[in-house]
């Protein structure tokens, strides 16, 4: 995919649009299911390349999406450890930005990400997936992403630049972790995605109703809004997969 694309059901909650400028990714996020999604190893999923052509597509195509959000990536991180050195990152949300696009960024790269806050503003996202608190969890499952004290930082800075941020609760691994995510992120996070962990037996051991209740409690004790549809606005957004999931325990 290297165009501008509409992603499938899942990913669609996430953004109507998206762009990935290189398949491959260096974080070897344990839970990640771009290799599938690319019909690859794991194991040869950490070679990084830039998919072809992909600015000249989106200098090309970009006006077609004006006023629209286009998430950079999902099948890599954008600030991979080959971006730094040809920053086609940055090159894709100049052309976005030249076109009236509005780019979502979302990454686990921590302060590398923070290169190109300088072309992000007030109608631009800065997002990051947060799935633990613990270091030694985050090393076991994101051994080569920064650590989640690192991708809070950068969430508070982005925040206080202006810029909106959000933050992808998904894949929940241990739930009380995600929670405690929440209690350390309401002040600076304008927006979450709250899902569930897919594509995994060990996630059949969580009680996804109580997890949807109980996350929903503490976002209402912050004060933050549900929002019903998969947009980009102030609030929190539960993912079809976590409904789904407590419908089909209730009707049990
Ligand atoms: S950061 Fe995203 S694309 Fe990269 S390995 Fe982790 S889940 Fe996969």
Known sequence: MS????????ANEYSRYAVNLYTGCNHGCK?????????????????????????????????HYKGENVLLCFLTD??????????????????????????????????LSTRDFDLLDSSSWYGSTLTFVNDEDSMEWEPF?????????????AHERGINTWVSLEPV?????????????HGFVDHYKVGKWNHDQRANSTDWKKFHSDAKTIMKKYGIKQVMEPKFEKGFYVKSDLIKECLRVEND
């Open 145 to 157: 992403a920064a650590l989640p004290e690192e991708r809070m930082a950068v969430l508070k800075e």
């Open 78 to 111: 954008p600030y991979n450890s080959l971006d730094t050195q040809l920053q086609l990152t940055r090159q894709a949300i100049k052309a976005l930005r030249d076109n009236g696009v509005n780019p979502v960024i979302l990454s686990k790269a921590g302060a």
């Open 173 to 185: 691994i241990i739930p009380e972790q995600t929670f405690e995510l929440i209690h350390l992120t």
């Open 31 to 63: 839970y990640c299911y771009a290799p599938a999604a690319n019909r690859k190893k794991r194991e040869d999923y950490f070679t990084v390349i830039p998919t072809k052509d992909t600015l000249k597509h989106i200098e090309r195509d970009a006006h």
């Open 3 to 10: 165009q501008i694309y509409v992603p499938g059901k899942a």
